[in-house]
């Protein structure tokens, strides 16, 4: 029979072993653990230079200021404004610290009659921008899944123009 010494020893023993076991298993979870998006596209800095050449690009794109709604709205809303608010939406759908604190996207972009063909158009010059700035295939891949979750909300018409 064990001692009461030994039996202490015994246990602190089986706790050591436990806890490191615990810890190398909690070790290997945490390394394969994949980093977020945010931090694949490389944090707030990327993606907020990606997102300001993006609305550059869109605000005065003819196709979309066709829709006299859009068109309306670009004259209304300061880019500088939707840059900000486009920024911390990606920001905190890919994993970061920001905190997105604008409309739903049903609200605010319901007044705007958004069309198949104008939705087609923003992915055609986000796919653009995402390409100039060198974002790799994944992550692309990855946001224009987040943009397409957003599709519902957005496009308000089934027409062609």
């Known amino acids: 029979m064990f001692t009461r010494k030994a039996k202490s020893r015994l246990a602190l023993a ?3 072993l436990v806890l ?20 694949r596209l490389g944090g707030l800095a990327p993606i907020s230079v990606v997102v300001s050449d993006f609305i550059d690009v869109i605000v005065p794109d ?12 670009r004259k209304r809303v300061p880019a500088a404004y939707l840059k900000y608010q486009v920024t911390a939406l990606v920001c ?8 997105y604190q604008g409309r739903a996207m049903k609200d ?13 158009r923003m992915l055609i010059l986000f ?17 224009l899944g ?16």
């Open 92 to 99: 905190q759908a890919t994993g970061g610290p920001c905190r």
């Open 108 to 120: 605010s972009h319901v007044q705007l009659n958004i069309t198949e063909h104008e939705w087609d």
């Open 62 to 73: 003819p196709v979309l200021n066709r829709n006299p709604a859009i068109d309306a709205a």
């Open 146 to 161: 987040i943009v397409d979750s957003t599709k519902a909300d957005i496009v308000a018409s089934r027409a062609s123009e």
């Open 127 to 143: 796919k653009q921008v995402l390409a100039e700035h060198e974002v790799p295939t994944h992550e692309t891949q990855e946001l």
């Open 20 to 39: 490191g076991a615990f810890q190398t298993a909690l070790a290997q979870d945490t390394a394969l653990e994949q980093p977020s998006l945010y931090d």
């Open 14 to 16: 089986v706790t050591a």
